[in-house]
């Protein structure tokens, strides 16, 4: 990380904090995720802000599920929150907390609000309340309820908390300013009623905090020292502050900054359930799909997504971070790390008519410069081998310098091939070449110095193994689908975003990869085993392309 990214506006403050001895010079930040869907880009990028500034100042961070609406939250959500946390790297520690943890004593503060006459029960319903409200150029109207007395709202707020009344029919709120020019700050609602079983503390409550109320006294529990939130809290601020100051407990200090938004894709759980929902995408880990669960399927790294985040930076002000960034951080990953091998995705078939037909020729084969440790391995060249259809021409264009009739290119590894008969279909496609080789070119090297234009990838036609690629591209086909006026963003989604090949020819080395694992095919791009690969069919999820888009658009600036 470099001085301009440590020095942002945030690590600024705790700067002043520590040197002041705020917080008596602790750091405690934490990730509060609300179990009711996946993590997507954006959340991987607050836990980087959050566990990442813990992290550089030796501090402490949590992982608190904000699990206050029974009705969205899942398990399943929680299970895989907890998963991907882990796989970013983001170390909690043995700090795996719950708002629910806490609803005794959140219940516990309301009382004391009410006893102090600043919260009290409303038989308003929503539609009610919501007039009531106003609006931002309209004062608010006193619910009928506000001026009940301490003992009838004490009586009232415990046989919500029994049961005694439907869903919906009476909250708790607090008593603040119906005239107040921040709308957060009219009376909010404190408690619903919700009878509902919750995934983590069953069926204990039924009446459950709204989030507003919950935030601020989560922090102050736990002793966090910098509650580190989106922009969009930055006006439920003053409404903590009150909550807090009410009470006279601990008090955190909240830093907002702007969300993270990714050109060609979507980051909002809501939009992104119905996309699985409506089986638009083949669910949560659709490799399309920004979830952190799907860049792991389609072989993101933690370390690329991590880099990804820093390279965005903190800002105050929304921003689109190009989809090119993430790629070229991924590419420059898994180009240090990921081995080489040789695929063939458009088989053309090659028979060497002076190669001996049955022998099979070792050659050496380097599987990472990158890497000098990787080492090397062993591919087996035969007479009948596979290359890719693009890199064959029988009328070469001009700049077309692989493969054509009479012309001689290198086998990548292996031999100096030169094309000396084609043989068609009866439609008139090619089907099969018939060429030569050097045989004194073995490895790749011309014995008489000879220049040869183009290398190109091959496999062995009896010595490679079948296998499935699924491409994938961009989900969407505009750089903000949310942004377009009068259109739905589904209407942007790419038709072309996911396409199957079958029949696709890769070098023997891949039969020992497992689930995850990902490679470099020569000249093609990054792929990874998918999961829904069994011992006789290997699956690889394209990851990204060899073509570094974002190199040349900065080059173009």
């Known amino acids: 990380m470099d001085e301009s990214q440590s020095r942002d506006f945030i690590r600024q403050v705790i700067d002043e904090d520590l040197k002041t001895g705020k917080y008596d010079g602790r750091v405690h930040t934490r990730f ?52 991907d946390v882990k796989w970013l790297g983001a170390d909690f520690e043995d700090r795996l907390l719950f708002s629910s943890d806490y609803f005794q004593q959140m219940y516990d503060y309301a009382i004391d609000l009410i ?60 008593k ?50 910098h509650s580190l939130c989106s922009i969009e809290f930055e006006n439920h601020r003053p409404l903590y502050d009150w909550f807090l100051d009410e009470l006279d407990i601990y008090h955190p200090q909240q830093i907002e900054f702007a969300r993270m938004n990714v050109s060609y894709t979507i980051m909002s759980k809501r939009f992104l359930k119905e996309l699985v929902t409506k089986e638009l995408v083949n669910g949560w880990d659709d490799p399309r799909m920004p979830t952190i669960c799907g860049m792991r399927r389609r072989g993101y790294t933690p370390e690329a ?45 090659i028979v060497i008519d002076n190669f001996p037909e049955g022998e099979i020729d070792m050659l050496d084969a380097i599987n990472n410069p990158e890497d000098p440790d990787a080492g090397s391995r062993q591919v087996p060249f035969t007479r009948e081998i596979f290359i890719e259809r693009a890199d064959f021409m029988e009328e070469p264009v001009k700049k077309f310098f692989r493969l054509a009739p009479g012309r001689e290119v290198r086998l990548r590894y292996a031999y100096l091939l030169t094309c000396n008969d084609i043989i068609k279909n009866d439609a008139g496609d090619v089907v099969e070449l018939h060429c030569s080789v050097d045989l004194d070119s073995r490895g790749g090297n011309a014995p008489d110095g000879r ?43 790419n038709p072309d975003s996911f396409k199957t090949l079958a029949g696709c020819k890769v070098e023997p080395a891949v039969k020992d990869l497992e689930h995850g694992d990902t490679v470099q095919f020569e000249r093609t791009g990054y792929f990874c085993v998918d999961p829904d690969s069994t011992d006789g069919n290997i699956i690889f999820n394209r990851t990204v392309g060899l073509r570094d888009s974002w190199a040349r658009m900065q080059k173009g600036k």
Not at 196 to 206: F, I, K, L, V, Y
């Open 32 to 83: 509060p995720p609300e179990p009711n869907g996946y993590l997507h880009l954006g959340s991987a990028k607050a836990i980087w802000v959050n566990y990442g500034i813990a992290d550089e100042y030796g501090g402490k961070f949590n992982l608190r599920f904000d699990d206050t609406n029974p009705i969205a939250e899942e398990k399943e959500f929680i299970d895989s929150i907890v998963e």
């Open 115 to 174: 006893k102090k006459g600043k919260a009290y029960v409303c038989d308003l319903n929503a539609e009610d309340m919501k007039e009531y409200r106003g609006d931002y150029n309209t004062p608010g109207k006193n619910s009928p309820n506000r001026e009940r007395s301490v003992e009838e709202n004490l009586d009232l707020f415990e046989r919500m908390k029994k049961g005694e009344f439907p869903d919906g029919s009476k909250t708790l709120r607090a």
């Open 176 to 225: 603040i300013d119906m005239t107040h020019p921040n709308m957060n700050m009219r009376d909010p609602p404190m408690y619903r009623i919700l009878h509902a079983t919750h995934p983590h503390s069953g069926d204990e409550w039924c009446i459950y905090p709204i989030y507003d109320w919950a935030h601020g006294l989560e922090d102050s529990i736990e002793g966090i020292t």
């Open 305 to 349: 997504v991590k880099e990804f985040c820093y390279r965005a930076g903190i800002a105050k002000k929304a921003n689109i971070i190009a989809f090119e960034l993430l790629e070229a951080c991924v590419r420059d990953d898994l180009n240090k790390k990921a081995s080489r091998v040789m695929g063939v995705l458009d088989p053309l078939k």
């Open 451 to 493: 220049k040869v234009k183009a290398t190109i990838h091959w496999v062995s036609a009896t010595e490679s193994i079948d296998t499935e690629i699924r491409l994938y591209d961009r989900l969407f086909t505009v750089e903000n689908p949310m942004g377009e006026k009068d259109h739905d963003y589904k209407e942007f989604i």
